[in-house]
């Protein structure tokens, strides 16, 4: 007999489908072809040996005497039982055993493509549970194809497809075909009947596994990762704490010199990473989220998460952070909307107050900076027209317009 598993061996290369499942797949195929020819396959039994692939298909039907056949299926006459084993006698079974052959040419082709199909599809459905049981878990694979809105990887360990959207790509990620790819499996999906497997360099996930990587302490469950936020490519905010009083998070995640943090900055293209001790004190834990500024006081309100922090002229800038990446992760890590204002005592001397400039902008406006804590020019000007934005929802033609008029006033000064 033929030996069938071989012949379709080139659809198991590579793959994660088992021999049983195969052999099983096999079966299914040709009891439907058996049916197809004899309308059951109820006196048939289908063999697959399932270390050697060899298949055998016997037929089972009664010996009655000759001229007694009632039912083809089930029955053979004394005479046909003899010409097929002369051993067997009337009211014994008797095996025949049939030959692929047997079924037709066209039988045996479509049955081929059944098995084919039959194959992929369990090949499909083992990709997909494989890769759905590895979410979070971190890839290496190779850039196989660049295209406009996304980059195909080849996983290193299956060889399977996976795909790293441009969204999902942290900014000054450049790749080439051939280039090595570290990323994250964020998500699984069947997608027209095909495992789609996305994964993301952006998702905190990401960080938090290749923290784990370099730092033992953390695997081991010594130190515990409370929460990370991403401005991907940018900057970075890491709250952990240690269950060892013995432990110094911070400095494990660090290392020595910056050891195990520097491979990591590298990685996500040097993201500015921020590790920072958590704690339940809420003020304390607003105040290391600022880090590097320098807290002089801090007023929450716990009911609305808000929390307005005061610092010196000099640590404004710090706090709010290039764009005020800083102010936004401090706000995310922590759950609390932060608002930073200067210490009243640090005005400076030639100063202008805001009411002052009265007869160049809109009272209404000159309102809305005031209730973020700028009463003076300088204090507007000390932050960002997009900061100014969000904190106030001023429409950004507005914000540009009152910062020309403020830095206007004081080159006329000068």
Known sequence: ????????????????????????????????????????????????????????????????????????????????????????????????????????RRAIMAARQT????????????????????????????VNQIMKKEILVLD????????????????????????????????????????????SRTD??????????????????????KNIVRLPGERAKIAVESHDERVDPVGACVGMKGSRIHGIVRELRNENIDII????????????????????????????????VYLDADQVSLAIGKSGSNIKLASRLTGFEIDVYRNQAEYEIDDVDLEEFGDAIEPWVIEALK?????????????NADEIIRRTDLEEETVHEVIRILADEFEEEQ
């Open 277 to 308: 001790n958590y704690t339940n004190n809420t003020s304390l834990f607003i105040q290391r989220s600022l880090t590097p500024a320098k807290i002089t006081t801090i007023d929450i309100d716990a009911e609305q998460r808000r929390a307005a």
């Open 156 to 199: 290193d360990e299956t060889g399977n497809e996976l795909v790293l959207p441009r969204t999902e790509m942290i900014k000054g990620d450049y790749y080439r075909k051939g280039d090595v790819v570290k990323a994250i499996i964020r998500k699984v999906e069947m997608r027209n009947n095909v495992p789609y497997i996305m994964v």
């Open 1 to 104: 007999m033929v030996n069938l598993i071989d012949v379709f061996a080139d659809f198991k290369t590579g793959k994660n489908i088992d021999r049983p499942t195969m052999v099983r797949v096999l079966e299914d195929v040709f009891r439907t072809l058996i049916k197809k020819k004899y309308g059951t396959d109820e006196n048939f039994d289908i063999i697959v040996n399932p270390n050697t692939g060899d298949l055998e298909i016997w037929r089972v039907r009664e010996v009655v005497p000759d001229g007694e056949v009632t039912n083809e299926l089930a029955q053979v006459s004394e005479s046909e039982a003899f010409s097929i084993d002369e051993t067997v006698g009337v009211g014994e079974e008797c095996y025949e055993q049939l030959e692929i052959d047997d079924f037709g």
């Open 115 to 142: 098995l084919v199909s039959r194959i992929m599809e369990l090949e499909k459905d083992e990709v997909y549970r494989t890769y759905t049981e590895r979410v979070g878990e971190v890839i290496t694979g190779e």
């Open 371 to 383: 209730g973020i804590g700028c009463d003076t020019a300088r204090q507007v000007l000390e932050l």
């Open 204 to 225: 905190p996930d990401f960080l938090a596994r290749l923290l784990e990587a370099e730092v033992p302490e953390i695997e081991d469950g010594v130190i515990e990762i």
